[in-house]
């Protein structure tokens, strides 16, 4: 990877990235400033935050599903009870 | 004894005139004209010979009759769970059923009758939709409309509409003292998606989300800074309810300003709480995370409870309306009692969340504290700031000079050792420039890859190994057991010894 193949591969990285704005601009603006070791530094920077938020995604996608699943099986238990209900009060009603 | 059900594979394979000619075989003389005529019923105390006999049925007394009746229903009540309703077996068990019942009921009033000055002894009645007691007289249609439990949960959600939302429990309870004019006002949306369509639906989103890595970063972008969590709940919102942008930005704003958000700074104060020891399960913390994990949830499913009260509230009525007690009259529920019961019923429903809220929170919690832990946040997440860090400390450098300052100045506490720092030594240099590798993003370090740290971290150290030519004091064969080496030159070297991979 060349340096100006490094530089475009920050600026796409560095839109995605969660830092403040400020330093996002300031990252932007110099660019083209750096030399290629601190260039380096901030691929790798880079990337590893996307790891992590490849996980987080990930994690929390999965806790999505599962807590919908755990939220289905609750509305089919108040259902029941329910039910159950109609039948009990029924029940005492009519003797 | 023989019943009239002679077998219950004859009895179901045979139509509706065949079966009452089996249960009434005397009664047949006006149907049976084209029939080779049988014999007749022997009379009682005759002597018939043996042939003559009822072939199909003799008849029977309605007290044996009944028990009969009652068992087969009972039976059918069982079997009829278990069958699809749009089923052909489904539809034909159900007139089974309503056949009997209404022979039962008929057995029931002749009984009744013929016990003219005995003592009245209630024979309970076969209630109108199998498997479910009850004394009210039914009609076919209320068999028909018996629906597994499944199918009733996912046409009460299909009713249910996002916008009406309750604040909190009180005014939902209350909700339930205003017989449903809320409910009432809620829109029925059509063309709603299965609950089981809509499951697929958030897997296969899931799914996407996780092979679309650079997707996922687009969504996540504003997570810290922003609030993702948001956006993400809100898109739900539209994928759920197909809502207009209006109304969509209207959830979002409730989302907003109801449920906690994960800003940027939230995140450093989880990271600062366990960095310091401290627990999320505890005050704010605790709250914003119980509101991110299962507010949405928690609020769909009171909307979800006031439809089900609807409902048991409906069908109480009905059955009341079609039963009369002793006397003839028809039993009345007293408004207020009335609300009572439904007030009772939806705070027990209510309760119920308790379950489900628990499990969220706690996974919740676990999914916030895994990805925000110190080390790993020092290591992954920080990844950003370290970035900043290399930004603004080359600016800084080329202003003033010196990229510590600017380093302390600009990451979050916990970071300061990112771009180097000390690590305590184990064992031998070796072991724990291998050990930091594994940490840094080196999975499985080469011997290569750690001879080349580990002579960095040497020299850098002014440590002196004989056996690498590297002169310094003290050697390493002297050193002591957590002795601080500087990570810094390793840290810098980091991008070339991973380029050294095969």
Not at chain 2, 124 to 136: D, L, M, R, T, V
Request: net charge neutral.
């Amino acid at each position: 990877m060349n340096k100006k193949e490094k530089q475009n591969r920050i600026k796409e990285l560095t839109e995605n990235s969660l830092i403040p704005k400020e330093v996002k601009q300031i990252v932007l603006k110099n660019l083209v400033k750096y030399d290629e070791k601190i260039l380096d530094g901030m691929l790798e920077s880079l990337a590893r935050e996307s790891v992590a938020m490849d996980k987080l995604a990930s994690d929390l996608m999965r806790f999505d599903v599962e807590s919908q699943k755990r939220w289905d099986d609750l509305e089919i238990e108040q259902l029941k009870v329910a039910d159950d209900f109609v039948e009990q009060t029924f029940k005492d009603l009519t003797g | 004894m023989e019943g009239p059900p002679k077998g219950i594979n004859e009895w179901e394979k045979a139509s509706d005139e065949e079966r009452w000619k089996m249960l009434n075989p005397e009664s047949d003389t006006v149907k049976t004209e084209n029939k080779p005529s049988e014999p007749k019923a022997p009379e009682p105390g005759s002597h018939a010979p043996k042939e003559a006999e009822p072939k199909i049925t003799p008849q029977i007394s309605p007290e044996d009759r009944m028990p009969q009746i009652d068992a087969r229903t009972q039976e059918i009540a069982k079997e009829i769970k278990s069958l699809d309703k749009s089923s052909a077996d489904f539809r034909q068990k159900s007139e089974e059923y309503e056949f009997l019942r209404k022979e039962y009921n008929e057995l029931s009033m002749k009984s009744k009758g013929a016990k003219t000055g005995e003592e009245k002894s209630p024979e309970p009645k076969i209630p109108a939709e199998p498997g479910k007691p009850g004394k009210e007289v039914v009609d076919l249609e209320t068999i028909e409309n018996f629906v597994p439990v499944e199918d009733r949960v996912r046409s009460l959600k299909e009713n249910m509409v996002v916008g009406a939302r309750n604040k909190d429990t009180e005014d939902f309870l209350n909700m339930t003292a205003e017989p449903y004019e809320r409910v009432g006002k809620m829109k029925e949306d059509k063309n709603e998606k299965s609950l089981l369509e809509r499951a697929k639906e958030v897997v296969s989103r899931g799914k996407e989300w996780i092979q679309k890595p650079s997707w996922i970063k687009e969504r996540l972008k504003g997570f810290f800074t922003g609030c993702w969590w948001e956006v993400h709940q809100a898109e739900k919102f539209r994928v759920g309810k197909k809502k207009t942008g209006k109304e969509l930005a209207e959830a979002a704003k409730q989302l907003q300003s109801m449920s906690g958000l994960l800003t940027y700074a939230d995140a450093l104060e989880v990271h600062n709480r366990l960095a310091a020891g401290g627990k999320l399960e505890e005050g704010n913390t605790k709250e914003k995370f119980e509101k991110m994990a299962c507010e949405v949830r928690r609020e769909r499913n009171l909307i979800y409870i006031n439809q089900v009260l609807q409902q048991a509230d409906q069908k109480l009525q009905e059955r009341l309306k079609n039963y009369r007690d002793v006397s003839g009259k028809q039993v009345q529920l007293d408004p207020e009692k009335r609300r009572q019961l439904l007030g009772a019923l939806g705070q027990k429903l209510v309760s119920m969340q308790d379950s489900p809220k628990t499990v969220d929170v706690k996974e919740f919690s676990k999914i916030i504290k895994d990805n925000l832990d110190p080390k790993y946040w020092k290591r992954y997440v920080y990844g950003g700031a370290e970035m900043a860090v290399w930004a603004a400390g080359a600016y800084w450098l080329n202003f003033a000079g010196g990229s510590a300052k600017v380093a302390a100045l600009n990451a979050p506490p916990g970071a300061e050792s990112i771009a180097g720092g000390d690590a305590p030594m184990k064992d031998h240099i070796w072991g724990t420039v291998k050990q930091w590798l594994t940490e840094h993003g080196v999975s499985d370090p080469t011997d290569s890859q750690i001879m080349e740290g580990a002579k960095k971290v040497a020299i850098d150290n002014g440590i002196g190994v004989k056996e690498w030519g590297i002169n310094g004091t003290p050697m390493d064969t002297n050193m002591g057991q957590g002795y601080l080496l500087k990570m810094g030159g390793l840290a810098k070297k980091l991008i070339m010894i991973k380029g050294m991979a095969p």
